[in-house]
């Protein structure tokens, strides 16, 4: 398996516009989980997904961040419009079912934003 | 979720065993404890998970005192790509994800 799949590997973009990352999980999995990373706050959660259905979504910083899981292989988190302090490294990680497995994540490369 | 708490960094010769202490005074008693870790620019990696035996795997040894207060990871032989932050988590496995702390910087040392 080629593992968690993350598109753009690398986006710069001006503020206000519109950013899409991408996210394919990897087969079979029933968790896809959308992470963000910079230096002041570390790692944090953004939302996460099982079985295609938005489970907790605590994690997003504001109503200009949304995510969508159409099926099983493909999920979008998107910024609109974006700020600068957007810039960060998103990841998005999946995981089998089960509450035990649901911890076991595998994460992709991620995408690294600049906002310019 | 139970809070960690891990030194900010460790240093460690290449060749020798890497020990990363971590302690979860408060964790409850359907808590794990997980690793994992972050080679620069990658994204996080799995490496081991318990509850209250010892565990092993191709990556490391997990050993977590009786009380299950606090435990330690174990890098039997470490080599120069073993140079990570790595992160100690404690998760029932409930609705809430993983809450990742700031971790260990381990610098493996030629």
């Known amino acids: 398996d080629a593992g968690v799949i993350q598109s753009p590997r690398h986006e710069v973009t001006e503020m206000g516009q519109e950013v899409t990352l991408r996210c394919k999980p990897i087969?079979?999995?029933?968790?896809l989980f959308w992470y963000r990373q910079t230096m002041m706050r570390g790692l944090e959660l953004l939302i996460y997904?099982?079985?295609?259905?938005?489970?907790?979504d605590s994690g997003m910083p504001e109503d200009r961040f949304s995510a969508k899981m159409p099926n099983a292989s493909f999920s979008t988190l998107k910024i609109q419009p974006s700020e600068p302090r957007d810039s960060a490294v998103y990841f998005c990680?999946?995981?089998?079912?089960?509450?035990?497995?649901?911890?076991?994540?595998?994460f992709g490369a991620g995408t690294r934003l600049s906002v310019l | 979720d139970a809070k960690t708490t891990q030194p900010p960094s460790m240093d460690c010769a290449e060749g020798r065993a890497a020990n990363l202490p971590c302690n979860h005074s408060t964790i409850s008693g359907n808590e794990y404890v997980y690793w994992y870790r972050q080679i620069h620019s990658q994204g996080p990696q799995y490496i081991i998970h318990g509850l209250k035996n010892n565990e092993t795997n191709e990556m490391a040894s997990l050993i977590i005192t009786e009380d299950r207060k606090s435990s330690t990871l174990i890098l039997p032989h470490a080599t120069l790509r073993d140079t990570a932050v790595y992160y100690c988590i404690v998760s029932g496995g409930g609705a809430d994800g993983l809450t990742f702390g700031k971790g260990t910087h381990l610098i493996i040392q030629p």
């Open positions: 087969s079979g999995h029933d968790y």
């Open positions: 990680a999946s995981s089998l079912g089960g509450l035990l497995a649901k911890n076991i994540q595998y």
């Open positions: 997904f099982n079985n295609n259905v938005p489970i907790d």
